[in-house]
């Protein structure tokens, strides 16, 4: 038809069949090509008897794109070759349905670019890594070993070991760097427990205000040293007992029954001291 059709134009050296529109010499149509001792088939014979094959061959250069069928019982696959590029355009809706496994590689990049919404479901668990493979154990490893580290303080909160997974997980592992920039807000719920593994030192820098709500207990280890500095005053309530510090230096004390002890020894220095 006009601008549409099958069009396969025969190479120098390739031997074809001719017929005559009409048996007018004038009018050749090439029905077909034939295969010999030097043009052989794309698949040796009859091993590959039962694959049907479409193979082109790169002009002024080696290669092929092929899309090929094989159609032996228990071995059945197609199978598609590109030399170079592959180009796939669907001006409307596309379904891809994989009944069993489906695995990707890429040699380099990968970009996906969506117009409007992505939705993704997954059954069972994800994992995500970046990074070269031989670091998944690697990380997982030492990500485990994090944990170990706080297991006591874990255990103190009741916390479950998180590696145990089950279905319906997500594992992300980056293998050196990871940055996340929030330009408003960000919000996250966890419904059951959470864990937060640092092997080395942790910053928290927050602008404004930073409120924490505990419903019953919180417990806090520090192998050595805590400093805590606040600029104007500090307080710690605890029912009718109260502990003010300020920053000129006056510290109050106040409750309802005060119990000074020192198993050894007690020493109180001032410029004046008043009891009342």
Same mark, same amino acid.
């Given at each position: ?20 529109? +009409? !048996? ?8 077909? %090509? ?5 043009? %052989? ?10 694959? &049907? ?21 228990? %071995? ?15 001006? $409307?809706? %596309? ?13 380099? $990049? ?13 059954? =069972? $668990? ?46 992300? @592992? ?32 927050? =602008? ?8 019953? @207990?919180?417990?806090? +280890?520090? =192998? ?6 606040? =600029? ?13 510090? $300020? ?23 001032? !410029?004046?001291?008043? &009891?009342?």
């Amino acid at each position: 038809g006009a601008t549409w059709g099958h069009m396969a134009i025969p190479r120098i050296g390739q031997e074809v069949i001719v017929d005559f529109l +009409e !048996g007018d010499p004038d009018q050749p149509i090439v029905i077909g %090509r034939t295969y010999h001792a030097r043009n %052989r088939p794309p698949y040796k014979l009859p091993d590959h008897k039962t694959k &049907m094959v479409i193979r082109s061959d790169t002009h002024k250069g080696n290669g092929f794109n092929e899309i090929s069928f094989e159609d032996e019982a228990g %071995r059945e696959k197609i199978y598609v070759h590109g030399q170079k590029d592959q180009e796939i355009h669907i001006e $409307n809706n %596309r379904s891809k349905r994989i009944d069993n496994n489906q695995s990707e590689s890429v040699g380099h $990049n990968k970009s996906i670019e969506v117009g409007n919404n992505h939705h993704e479901v997954i059954g =069972g $668990n994800m994992t995500l890594m970046v990074g070269p493979n031989v670091l998944q154990k690697f990380v997982t490893g030492k990500f485990k070993a994090f944990t170990d580290k706080i297991g006591g303080l874990a255990n103190k909160l009741g916390i479950p070991d998180i590696l145990n997974m089950g279905e319906g997980n997500l594992i992300i @592992g980056v293998g050196k760097n990871k940055a996340e920039t929030v330009m408003v807000s960000s919000t996250e719920v966890v419904g059951g427990a959470k864990t937060v593994a640092v092997g080395g030192g942790m910053q928290i820098a927050v =602008g404004g205000v930073l409120n924490q709500a505990i419903a019953i @207990g919180a417990y806090e +280890e520090v =192998g050595q040293n805590k400093v805590v500095v606040a =600029g104007k005053r500090m307080e710690f309530v605890c029912g009718k007992s109260m502990i003010q510090l $300020n920053e000129d230096g006056t510290i109050i004390l106040e409750g309802v029954k005060i119990l000074l002890t020192g198993k050894d020894r007690m020493t109180v220095k001032a !410029g004046k001291v008043e &009891m009342n």
